[in-house]
């Protein structure tokens, strides 16, 4: 990450350096000549006069004029020679900075003593000020790629901390207050690592409740062979105790298989048909309601007469079914479980309504998990992934499940199914 630190220092502070170089070499071609005129035009004016002054009033007056001009801050060197008698000054004298005057029969040469000044004593005061902008680019640019890289390291940290496995990295706190396109790209990461430890605690949580399903009824076949062992005259009786928890066994494993295949990352192959979804739903509200009996429990429908759709049909059934069993399980005894439905936007809406004990506000998105219990539930029946099929399934059909709390007192559950829709493509279950 070093080398990607400095290789973004070298381009800004090289793109700045490049700016500033061509600005003082337009600044040094544009305004050079010009100073160099005036600061000529200067010295000649002060030999000028030094030349006058020492031809009119002599040495002393033109040494008093030299002071004077040093005195206002221009240190101008000017020497003054003999050179020869008064005849050697009627030469024509063709040097800018050299001047003659003739004073007591003699010739005095006066000059700027020295040579003339190099070009890095020309450039150096004026290129002071571009040294100093250079060294602020050189600064600015440092700043900038700290400013850019030390979040591209954090990225890099937390990608490297998910490739690791450590899912409960997260790097958006360690950026700051920025609000820029990395640090939504930081958040963005933490969603994804939060995401991943979420689906890897439900799919941990997933293993651990098949297992313990699975437990149970292999537990009851194992006690069955061992009574069958010490006392093989309860044969029969146990023949039929182990064919129930094989029963029991396939049902599971069959809804753990529906559940995969609904929560397969790819859209899951099932077949559609075009069905009336109103006559497959009065079939199993009449089913259910016979099987209600036992307890005084009637099932009782309200709604559409009709509704075709394109849908596979089994799983509609599955899902509609596991609704309203469940309904009638939960539902208070000698009370009427209520099945409803609508059309709204090409969808059918069922709604399912019984008069239990509800379930507690902040289990309403749990109930839908697999192998989820209310706290409510004193005694298990099932498995605890009817709902979870339910949702699945109509997700799958492009609809939904919800579930609410009824004023009244009971639990009301909501299927929608459109008309007919693409399959979703569902994640890993919750």
């Known amino acids: 990450m070093h080398r990607l630190f400095w290789k973004f220092f070298t381009v800004v502070w090289l793109a700045m350096a490049g700016s500033i170089a061509i600005l003082f070499a337009i600044s040094t071609l544009f305004q050079s000549p010009f100073e160099e005129e005036v600061a000529s035009r200067e010295l000649g004016l002060t030999l000028e006069t030094a030349a006058q002054v020492l031809q009119a009033d002599g040495l002393e007056a033109t040494a008093r004029l030299v002071a004077a001009v040093r005195r206002t801050g221009r240190d101008i060197p000017v020497t003054i020679t003999t050179d020869g008698p008064a005849i050697d000054c009627a030469e024509q004298n063709e040097e800018a900075l050299v001047r003659t005057a003739v004073r007591d029969g003699e010739c005095y040469r006066l000059e700027i003593a020295g040579s003339a000044p190099s070009m890095m004593a020309k450039t150096w005061p004026r290129a002071v000020p571009w040294l100093a902008a250079l060294l602020a680019a050189a600064a600015a640019a440092y700043w900038l790629a700290r400013y850019f890289i030390t979040p591209v390291e954090q990225l890099r940290y937390g990608l490297r901390s998910l490739a690791r496995g450590e899912l409960d990295v997260r790097i958006a706190h360690k950026i700051g207050a920025k609000r820029d396109e990395i640090a939504s790209l930081a958040h963005d990461l933490d969603i994804?690592?939060?995401r991943l430890q979420e689906l890897q605690m439900a799919q941990q949580q997933l293993f651990h409740d098949i297992s313990h399903e699975l437990r149970s009824p292999l537990s009851r076949l194992q006690a069955a062979i061992g009574v069958l062992q010490q006392?093989?005259?309860?044969?029969?009786?146990?023949?039929?105790?182990?064919?129930?928890?094989?029963?029991?066994?396939?049902?599971l494993v069959g809804e753990i298989l529906t559940l995969a295949r609904l929560s397969d990352r790819d859209t899951p192959r099932f077949e559609r048909q075009t069905l009336d979804l109103v006559d497959l739903l009065r079939e199993i509200v009449d089913d259910a309601g016979f099987e209600g009996q036992a307890r005084g429990v009637t099932v009782q429908y309200e709604g559409v007469d009709t509704f075709v759709a394109s849908v596979n049909g089994e799983l509609i059934y599955r899902a509609l079914e596991n609704v309203i069993r469940n309904a009638i399980t939960h539902t208070g005894p000698s009370t009427a479980v209520r099945v409803t439905s609508k059309v709204l936007d090409r969808k059918l809406i069922v709604t399912v309504e019984d008069d239990g004990e509800g379930v507690p506000e902040t289990e309403l998105e749990a109930i839908f998990k697999p192998f989820s219990q209310s706290s409510t539930v004193t005694t298990r029946s099932g498995f605890g992934l009817g709902l979870a099929i339910t949702r699945r399934a109509a997700e799958w059909h492009g609809g939904g499940a919800k579930a609410e709390n009824r004023p009244a007192g009971g639990l009301s559950v909501q299927i929608t199914i459109p008309t007919c829709a693409a399959p979703r493509k569902l994640v890993a279950a919750n």
């Open 192 to 194: 994804t690592a939060a």
């Open 231 to 251: 006392n093989p005259v309860r044969l029969a009786v146990m023949i039929e105790r182990m064919s129930r928890e094989v029963e029991r066994l396939d049902e």
